[in-house]
DNA sequence: CATACCATGTAAATAGTTACATGATTCC
DNA sequence: GGAATCATGTAACTATTTACATGGTATG
C-alpha cells in the first residue's frame, strides 16, 4: 500500500498529526498522492498498532489538542524494504478520457465547457507549483545549496509542473479538436 | 464510476464479451483506464442486472462459447446523463515518486535501477503507442477521411503519447538528479 | 453572527486487488 | 508434454469514497 509509505515518508520530513496530513496530502504530497482525513486517521491507527509509528499527545491552548505522530524504528525498517524492492510502472486513470471518446456518442460540442473547465484547474495547479518551486528552490529566499532531501523533493515537483504542462497543452489539443468537429459538422 | 462508463463507451464502440473487454483494457482503453477480468466481470453482471446491457449467447466452434455485451438503451442514457455532469480534475498517484522521496532516507543511489526499469516501461509503451497511431490514424493503410469517432480516438491516444514522451523525460531528469547527489557524495 | 480553521473520528458503501479454480484448444 | 490463448467465474481482502458527527477558537 503506498498510502503507508507515503506517510512514513512525510512523517520523516517532519512529525505530524492526522490533520496535519491532511493538510500535506492537499499540498506538496499531493502532487503524487492523493488521501482524505478520514482515510488518513484510519491507517495511522493502524500503522500505530503495528508499531510502525509512535504516538505523543500534544496538548495545545486555544486549539483543540492533538496527537504528533513520529516513525519508529520498525517503521524506518519498512520503509527501506519497500524502497528496495521493485513497484509497477504505473498506468493512468483519467475519466476526462473516459469523456471525449464518449463524447462520439453523444454530441462533442457539449463537452467544450467541460473541457475548459478543466484546463483552468490545471492551469491553476500548475501556478501554485510554480509558486512553491520559487519559494522553496529556486528563488533568492530559497537555501543554497539544497540538501539530498530538498533535491530530490525539487526533482519530484519538477515532475508534477511537467506534467500540468503536458496537460494543459494536450487539453489545447482536445479543444482544438472539438472546435474542428463543429466547423465540419455545419459544413465548412 | 468511471468503470461502468468505460464499459458502455468500448462496447458502443464494439460490442463483446468479458473477455474481450479485458483485452482492450489491456490496450486501446488501457492508456485511459485499467481493470482486471475479474473486476470486469463483476461489473458486466451488475449492469446487465440494472438493465444498462443486453447479453446474448454466442456459440463457438474449437473455443468456449461466450457472452457477447450490448449496450441497451437505458444504458445509453446512463452515458449520455455522466457526459453532461462535470467530473472532478484528476489528481496523479505516482508510487515512483513516493519512492523518489523516500529515497532521501536511505541510500538514493539504489533507486537508479528501479527508475531505469520504469523508464524502460514507458518507453515500450510509448513504441506501442505510436505504431498503433500509425496502423489506425496517420499511417497510409488509415482511412480518411477519419470519422468523428476516430478523430476523438485519435485525441485521447495523442494524450497517451504525450503521457509517455513527458515521463520518459521527467525520469531522464530524475536518473541524473540520483547521479549528480552520488557524485556530490564521493566528493567531487 | 457567520464562516473558516483546527482536530478527530464512525459507519456504510463502493471499488479494486490478489489468490484460487476450471477446462478446452492450439502451437512449439 | 508444456505453455499460451480463449473464456468465465468465486472468495477474501484491502483501499477508497461519501455521508454523518462533534465542538472549540479566531476572524471579518
Known amino acids: 500500500?503506498?498510502?503507508?509509505?507515503?506517510?512514513?515518508?512525510?512523517?520523516?520530513?517532519?512529525?505530524g498529526s492526522g490533520y496535519e496530513l491532511a493538510r500535506r496530502f492537499e499540498r506538496s504530497i499531493g502532487y503524487f498522492w492523493t488521501a482524505t482525513h478520514q482515510q488518513i486517521y484510519r491507517v495511522l491507527r493502524r500503522m500505530e498498532g503495528d508499531g510502525l509509528l509512535a504516538v505523543r499527545e500534544v496538548p495545545q491552548q486555544s486549539r483543540p489538542d492533538k496527537k504528533e505522530y513520529t516513525v519508529a524504528t520498525p517503521g524506518?525498517?519498512?520503509?527501506?524494504?519497500?524502497?528496495?524492492?521493485?513497484?509497477?510502472?504505473?498506468?493512468?486513470?483519467?475519466?476526462l478520457a473516459v469523456k471525449i471518446r464518449g463524447a462520439a456518442f453523444d454530441d462533442p460540442a457539449a463537452l467544450i465547457s467541460e473541457?475548459?473547465?478543466?484546463?483552468?484547474?490545471?492551469?491553476?495547479?500548475?501556478?501554485?507549483?510554480?509558486?512553491g518551486e520559487r519559494r522553496d528552490?529556486?528563488?533568492?529566499?530559497?537555501?543554497?545549496?539544497?540538501?539530498?532531501?530538498?533535491?530530490?523533493?525539487?526533482v519530484v515537483l519538477r515532475g508534477g509542473?511537467?506534467?500540468e504542462r503536458m496537460t494543459i497543452a494536450w487539453l489545447d489539443d482536445v479543444l482544438d479538436t472539438l472546435h474542428g468537429l463543429s466547423a465540419a459538422r455545419s459544413g465548412t
Open 1 to 15: 500500500m503506498a498510502l503507508e509509505h507515503a506517510i512514513l515518508v512525510s512523517l520523516l520530513e517532519k512529525p
Open 161 to 163: 509542473i511537467a506534467f
Open 115 to 131: 473541457v475548459e473547465r478543466h484546463r483552468k484547474a490545471h492551469d491553476d495547479r500548475l501556478r501554485r507549483y510554480l509558486t
Open 76 to 95: 524506518r525498517r519498512a520503509l527501506s524494504a519497500w524502497l528496495h524492492e521493485p513497484v509497477e510502472p504505473e498506468s493512468i486513470r483519467h475519466e
Open 137 to 154: 528552490f529556486t528563488g533568492p529566499e530559497a537555501p543554497r545549496p539544497l540538501d539530498v532531501g530538498q533535491e530530490l523533493q525539487h
